[in-house]
């Protein structure tokens, strides 16, 4: 089986066949067969909406940023966090799943932060970002 990106609010018609040995190979095609998905399955798309909210220790001083996003679902993504203005290839990727991350950050620097989700298949979206940051003091 594969696993199928399919928006909800969409038919989708599919053939099947099966596949027997090195010598007999390949079925004939069966179908077609119809689905609706009333909802999204597998889509893997850019995170949106990027922001953040500064993390502060117990005496209110500012320490770092705890990030958020918009996605599809998804729930495994690769970011970074770069020195304004530097491509987020220059960074220390880091991955997160099913979560937000809280980056320790120096006061008083601007950063930018890069999200991308990356889909069941091992494949990664294009970057979102950058999103300007910076924590003040």
Not at 3 to 15: E, I, L, P
Not at 38 to 56: G, M, W
Not at 64 to 76: I, K, M, P, T
Request: proline share 5%.
């Amino acid at each position: 089986t594969n696993d199928v990106s399919m928006a909800g609010g969409n038919a989708y018609q599919f053939f099947v066949r099966g596949y027997f040995d090195n010598i007999s190979g390949f079925g004939d095609w069966a179908g077609p067969f119809s689905y609706f998905s009333s909802e999204d399955h597998n889509l893997c798309t850019t995170p949106s909406n990027l922001s953040y909210t500064i993390s502060k220790n117990f005496f209110g001083d500012p320490v770092g940023a705890l990030f958020d996003w918009d996605h599809n679902g998804e729930s495994n993504f690769e970011y970074t966090v770069v020195s304004n203005f530097a491509s987020p290839s220059n960074g220390n990727m880091q991955t997160i799943s099913n979560g937000k991350p809280m980056v320790p950050l120096t006061q008083n620097t601007n950063y930018d932060f890069y999200i991308r989700a990356i889909c069941i298949d091992g494949s990664k979206t294009s970057w979102a970002g950058p999103l300007d940051v910076n924590i003040g003091s």
